[in-house]
């Protein structure tokens, strides 16, 4: 039964990973090329925000109780792009402080490493 359930999570999550637009996304800012666009991404909160109040408004206005499911979705993918900020600026600044180190160590005279 466990293993049932950890090989439907691991498919699940490689589906979620392979196919979903926020996450498609978000592994393209994980890249070191992509690290620059971390913080702009974060504006990309504010619509998926905006998007859950008007669907939390319609709902109260009568609409389907299932929108709740979207609102969920919107409120999830707005907080995975802000949290996505601070993220890649740390990740950032260390890929530069790695490539600072590598340039360093190559510049070295060769005699001053043996």
């Not at 592994?27 to 669907?55: C, E, F, H, N, Q």
Request: net charge positive.
């Amino acid at each position: 039964m466990i293993r049932l359930i950890w090989t439907a999570s691991a498919n699940t999550r490689y589906f979620l990973r392979r196919y979903m637009p926020t996450n498609i996304a978000l592994d393209a800012i994980r890249t070191r090329r992509g690290l620059k666009w971390g913080v702009p991404a974060m504006l990309l909160a504010i619509p998926y925000l905006y998007a859950a109040s008007v669907l939390t408004v319609l709902i109260d206005d009568g609409a389907p109780d299932w929108l709740y499911v979207l609102v969920f979705l919107f409120i999830w993918n707005a907080l995975k792009f802000a949290i996505m900020g601070p993220v890649s600026v740390a990740l950032l600044i260390r890929a530069r402080a790695a490539e600072r180190r590598a340039r360093r160590a190559a510049s070295r005279p060769a005699e001053a490493l043996v």
